[in-house]
């Protein structure tokens, strides 16, 4: 059957991806018309003729093809930002599993009206004499924004209104006496962009080293010869990436290209942003999850209006309307946040390779710990490798890590959470009022049962992932379904010291507070961060000396250079290493290489202790030894053993339902039908499984594994499930499905 209809959208808004038309394609347009193509309809009773997108194409009409009218002709003044973010959203649909209409939610901003607001900037009024004088007294007098407000202009004498507001958390009420004092003004930013653009009093560019430089020539000289590809840097913490990233971007801007900046909202700090404004000026633009829907469509305008030529933001910048777009980077390349845990469920990283293969623009990934899945397509030659194996600043050295065997510290008799070495250390930084970080490598909660005397958790004899205890009673494996019940002596040493592993931020504060009663304490975690502003306030205070210790979790380890820290702790190693995941190990590995590049970022050398009940386990000392390379070649044969992504492709298909008995029943039958599909295809098949946290909100999940090398066959195998569930409606009616791909 010819596809002849299509589907028409011609209000293109978010809200509104739901209202449809459907058109007849004539004959001689079948050709040039696919989805994404704008065209022009006849419309309405008068049959106006309006633009609009085609956004499906069809075998079957919605309604009488008798009356269905046809469409007039195609749009040919040149390929719209959206039509090729219609044309994203379509492969998005197809490659992740989502309807279209989800799909087009995601690549299209929340339409929503809002008052122009004027653009301000602050503007200093004091010369740097005076403005050293007011930053001083500011400090003597500890009134922190004031401190934050009056660096920030030294480095730069105009700042962005709402980057003050969003990023350094001065309110209006801070600002004001300043401005009734005569030390700073507010503009508008007419003015702001004239006479001078704020990029040309730009913040202090460096000579680059050898190996930056080598980067930008190459990325250059690939540029000006049309190639466009993706390049993979590899580059220890501090080794001066995001100095590269701002070369190359100044390259394609000066080119008339735009460029989309992608960093982990974590590590989209006010000091990271300040460094592109300082670059860029008002050609950059920002957006964070803190932004309203309006703000945030507001951006998106500019963008589209071509009144910003960078945009800098989380997972979501991907699809910034740019016409023009030449290069896409994605920093911290390896972040868990570029992968959406909504459907459609996409990874950054593939969308931006479609979306600049789509647009002819480069794609530049940066990390200190490369994903698996990007050094090995680097390994492969699908990306081009660099790397930065130096730190950039001059005296600056990495830190003398060590690795603490708390096993032992058992043994002698230490039952505390802090090794003797860790004390001693602390003890002696607080004396010479340098300044620690206590890193808690958890994410998510890890309910895994371990022994204190062998440092063995608990683990699947089937899955080697460790089981997850229930009730304080039984163990199981959320891959395989294994079960044992709770034992009460460790099953590898007798010793009856076993335990669930789960302490918590806040039980650490006290027990630094009782060991380190003279130390002032600062914590950062979900809970101290939950206000707008949280997680930059405390970074900042801590970088203004009002915290000699800060404790936290993973959100500590980006985005922020603190000069004094000289020793960080990291209290268990394993709370990361053994979690119900067959990333557990890389995660750690992560983790640790950027805690350990924590310290030291200044002339000070720094000091990095991993306490650890597997002080052998390969992921710790190669963190230790910051050596990539080992770790890297270990993990990717375990993949390969285990068959885990990146070795493998790996399908999730997960079911829900309110209703346990039929969930059961038709994840059982789902199983049967993929397992007739796949066997003969190779597709190793595990489940249905109950997932890791079985019923949310009394909603149960069951998950089937699906394994295959070839990518192709899962989303072949998607499709047939698809089909199986529309003609089982008598299964699927109270069950929901979802699939992911990693
Ligand atoms: P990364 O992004 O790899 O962590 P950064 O770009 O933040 O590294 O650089 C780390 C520090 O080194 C920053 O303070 C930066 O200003 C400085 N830096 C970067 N490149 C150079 C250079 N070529 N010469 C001197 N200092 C540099
Ligand atoms: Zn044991
Ligand atoms: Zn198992």
């Known amino acids: 059957m010819t596809k002849n209809y299509a589907r028409i959208i011609i209000d293109i808004s978010h809200e509104k991806v739901d209202r449809t038309f459907d058109y007849r394609i004539p004959e001689n347009l079948l050709a040039d018309i696919s989805v994404g193509t704008r065209v022009l309809i006849p419309f309405g009773r008068g049959n106006t003729m309006r633009k609009g997108y085609v956004v499906e194409i069809t075998a079957q009409a919605g309604y009488d093809p008798d009356k269905i ?43 929503q009206k809002v008052k122009p607001k004027e653009k301000k900037i602050i503007r200093s009024l004091l010369n740097r004499e005076q403005l050293t004088g007011a930053l001083n007294e500011a400090v003597k007098k500890n009134y922190k924004a004031r401190i934050r407000l009056f660096s920030a202009l030294l480095n730069n004498p105009v ?47 460096f000579k680059l080293n050898k190996e930056q430089q080598k980067i930008v020539n190459c990325f250059c000289q690939d540029y000006a010869a049309g190639i466009r590809k993706t390049y993979l840097i590899h580059g220890i913490t501090g080794s001066g990436k995001t100095e590269v990233y701002m070369e190359l971007i ?23 942003v300040m460094r592109f404004y300082g670059r860029f000026g008002n050609r950059v633009s920002i957006i964070n999850s803190r932004l309203s ?52 469920r996409y990874h950054a990283r593939e969308v931006a390779a479609k979306r600049a293969r789509m647009e002819n623009a480069s794609l530049v990934l940066g990390s200190a710990t490369p994903s698996l899945e990007a050094y090995s397509r680097a390994q492969r030659g699908d990306y081009q490798l660099f790397r930065l194996t130096e730190r950039a600043k001059k005296d600056s050295s990495l830190a003398n890590v060590s690795v603490v065997d708390l096993r032992q510290e058992l043994k002698d008799g230490n039952k505390s959470i802090f090794s003797r070495r860790l004390q001693a250390l602390m003890e002696e930084k607080l004396r010479k009022k340098e300044q620690i970080i206590l890193f808690i490598n958890r994410r998510g909660y890890a309910n895994f049962v371990s022994c204190r005397s062998c440092g063995e958790a608990i683990r699947c004899p089937h899955c080697d992932v460790t089981l997850t205890l229930h009730n ?46 003279q130390a002032k304490i600062l914590r950062m975690d979900l809970d101290t961060t939950k206000e707008k502003g949280g997680h930059e306030a405390i970074l900042s205070a801590f970088s203004e000396h009002e915290g000699d210790i800060l404790i936290g979790t993973q959100m500590i380890v980006k985005g922020h250079d603190f000069p004094d820290v000289t020793l960080v702790g990291v209290l268990a190693a394993d709370l990361s290493l053994n979690t119900p995941d067959y990333r557990s190990a890389e995660r750690t ?27 052998d386990h390969y992921s710790i000392v190669t963190a230790a030894n910051q050596d990539y390379e080992t770790f890297y070649n270990q993990e990717m044969a375990f993949r ?103």
Request: hydrophobic share 35%; net charge negative; aromatic share 8%.
């Open 589 to 615: 590995f992560q983790l640790l290489t950027q805690a350990a590049g924590r310290a030291g970022r200044d002339a000070k050398r720094g000091d990095v202790i991993i306490q650890t009940y597997s002080p």
């Open 69 to 111: 009218k046809e469409i007039a002709g195609i749009v040919t003044d040149g390929v719209t930002a959206e039509s090729r973010l219609i044309t994203l959203a379509w492969w998005l649909k197809e490659q992740y599993g989502s309807t279209m209409n989800q799909a087009l939610k995601t690549v299209l901003p929340v339409k």
């Open 293 to 344: 829907a309006g703000e945030r469509f507001d951006q998106f305008e500019r963008a589209k209006n071509g009144d910003i030529d960078i945009m800098i933001g989380p997972r979501s910048a991907l699809f910034t309307p740019f016409s023009r777009l030449g290069l896409i980077l994605i920093d911290e390349e390896h972040e868990s946040a570029y992968k959406s845990e909504t459907v459609p």
């Open 472 to 517: 304080n009673s039984y163990l199981v494996c959320h891959y395989c379904g294994h079960h044992i019940p709770m034992p009460s002596k460790c099953p590898s040493c007798g010793s009856p010291y076993i335990a669930n592993f789960g302490v918590g931020t806040q039980k650490i504060e006290q027990m630094t507070r009782k060991m380190f009663p």
């Open 250 to 272: 100044h390259n394609v801007i000066e080119d008339d290209r735009q460029v989309i900046v992608l960093i982990p909202e974590i590590a989209l700090t006010y000091q990271t």
């Open 640 to 742: 390969r053993l285990m068959k885990y992504p990146p070795a493998s492709g790996l399908l999730t298909i997960q079911f829900s339902s309110r209703n346990e008995p039929v969930l059961g029943e038709t994840a059982a039958a789902a199983g049967v039908f993929v397992t007739a599909l796949g066997e003969p295809q190779d597709v190793q098949i595990i489940g249905p499984v109950e997932a890791s946290v079985y019923k949310i909100n009394d909603i149960y999940r069951k998950i089937l594994y699906l394994k295959q090398e070839n990518y192709d066959i899962l989303i072949k195998i998607r499709d047939q499930m698809d089909g199986f569930s529309e003609n089982h409606p008598e299964l699927f009616e109270q069950v929901l499905i979802q699939y992911d791909f990693s």
């Open 159 to 205: 700042i962005p209104y709402e980057i003050a507001v969003n990023q350094m958390s001065l309110s209006a009420s801070a600002i004001k006496p300043l401005i009734e004092k005569g030390e700073i003004c507010l503009e508008s930013e007419e003015i702001y962009r004239n006479p001078i653009k704020a990029g040309e009093q730009k913040g202090k560019t």
